[in-house]
């Protein structure tokens, strides 16, 4: 690549860099100036200018020296031609002028007698490029001048000119990928906060928040991690109590319904009396079960998991699969396992077979007479899961994005709170796992709880 093709590679670069900068600050008039974008510009326009600067100064000393150094060798070459001129004769002069020619294409060496006239001349410096004259007194009478084009120095720039605004450019480069780096140190700690809050927002509220670096960035996120807490305790007791006061309408209404008609004469038939009174009895039952679930997740979620040990999670889905032995063999459901020997876990036994249990009483309610449930603990490489199966209808999509959150259920006519799969949630996410539906179709669906090795 020659110098000229050197140049406007530079200078396309340059324009590319300039156009993508031009593009992101169109975009920041609807969006605002990101702050990666406030670290990049000034530092990349300071660091523009003062390496324009620098180029410009290295070239301009350059060329002053150049022209400095051409001023003195032309005024040596007039001082020896006058020397000459005045110790030697004409004729003798003219092969010495002849040879200064020669030897410098773009010197033009003139000898003149005392009146000014032109006694001898040799060479020629071209006249379409600036020149510089010196002229030198002969002792005898008359002058020499030489004339000496900046030829030279052109071809000098074209040498040093190219080099000078690759290593201004080389420098803008480093200090535009400075800018970048120190805006990502600057910008990322903040855009991964804002990540993570959007997490908690969207409902992950065990959602972690990233490791601060940085006096500012710890304060900030202990600020935010005590915000969340707040703000958790706070909407936990709200939710509890809207929850709460919204499930408890039906099966108050139906035990007062059921009252007001023994009341009225109902209980005069012995055959009535007993079909209310049993409706009343399924009423408390019902509110005896959504007691318990509420105030087991409120419990969980105020206070966490409070003791955590090495348990062995595949005892503990044998012991959550015999608890409901006697429901799978009233629905004509089978419930089968496929267990390692053991699979530790850290965390609560209780608070874990509970979570199992409710995974496994689910699927019994969705699961049609004749049919099976498969309960599988596995050990994988970044934990422990287990899998509950079941040979149902399917879940309903219209609840799939909301079936892990409180009363999420369409079985409340068969015995269902809408909190058990709430509650499998809660656990695991204290345990540092997840919950999750691993897939769903008219053949069944599959939950999981994944927890991490003990």
Wanted: charged fraction near 25%.
């Amino acid at each position: 690549m020659d110098r000229s093709e050197l140049l406007v590679a530079l200078a396309l670069l340059s324009l590319l860099g300039l156009g993508g900068l031009g593009i992101r600050l169109l975009e920041a008039r609807r969006t605002g100036l990101s702050l990666r974008l406030q670290v990049f510009i000034p530092l990349a326009a300071t660091t523009l200018v003062l390496s324009a600067m620098f180029a410009v100064i290295v070239i301009d000393r350059f060329t002053a020296r150049a022209s400095l150094f051409a001023t003195l060798a032309a005024e040596d070459e007039a001082r020896v031609v006058a020397e000459l001129a005045a110790r030697v004769p004409q004729e003798a002069l003219r092969p010495v002028l002849l040879a200064f020619s020669r030897s410098a294409s773009d010197t033009e060496v003139a000898v003149f007698d005392a009146q000014g006239a032109v006694l001898l001349e040799s060479g020629e410096a071209n006249p379409g490029i600036a020149r510089i004259s010196v002229e030198a007194p002969i002792a005898t009478g008359g002058r020499v001048r030489v004339r000496k084009a900046t030829f030279g120095m052109v071809q000098l720039m074209s040498d040093i000119a190219p080099k000078v605004a690759l290593l201004a450019f080389l420098f803008a480069l480093a200090s535009a990928a400075l800018a970048i780096v120190i805006g990502g140190a600057v910008a990322g700690p903040i855009e991964r906060l804002t990540r993570a809050a959007e997490r908690v927002a969207a409902g992950e509220r065990q959602a972690p928040l990233p490791e601060p670096r940085g006096k500012e960035v710890r304060a900030l996120t202990h600020a935010l991690e005590q915000m969340r807490r707040e703000l958790e305790e706070r909407h936990a007791l709200e939710n509890f109590v809207a929850d709460l006061s919204h499930e408890l309408k039906n099966p108050v209404a139906a035990i007062r319904a059921s009252a007001e008609v023994l009341t009225e004469g109902a209980a005069d038939d012995p055959g009535t009396a007993r079909r209310f009174a049993l409706r009343i009895r399924e009423s408390a039952d019902k509110l005896q079960q959504l007691t318990q679930d509420l105030l087991s997740l409120a419990r969980l979620e105020a206070r966490g998991i409070e003791a955590t040990e090495a348990v062995d999670l595949a005892t503990l889905a044998r012991e959550a699969a015999l608890a409901h032995q006697a429901t799978a063999a009233a629905r004509g459901v089978r419930v089968e396992l496929s267990c390692p020997e053991a699979a530790l876990v850290r965390g609560d036994a209780v608070w874990l077979r509970r979570a199992l249990e409710n995974l496994i009483g689910n699927a019994l309610q969705h699961s049609p007479p004749g049919s099976q449930v498969l309960v599988q603990v596995a050990e994988e490489a970044q934990g422990v899961t287990a899998t509950v199966g079941d040979q149902g209808a399917g879940v309903d999509p219209a609840i799939r994005e909301r079936l892990f959150q409180r009363f999420s259920t369409t079985r409340h006519g068969e015995g269902g709170t809408g909190l058990g799969l709430a509650i499998v949630r809660a656990v695991a996410e204290l345990h540092g796992g997840r919950a999750d539906l691993r897939e769903s179709s008219p053949a069944g669906s599959v939950f999981t709880l994944s927890l991490p090795k003990a």
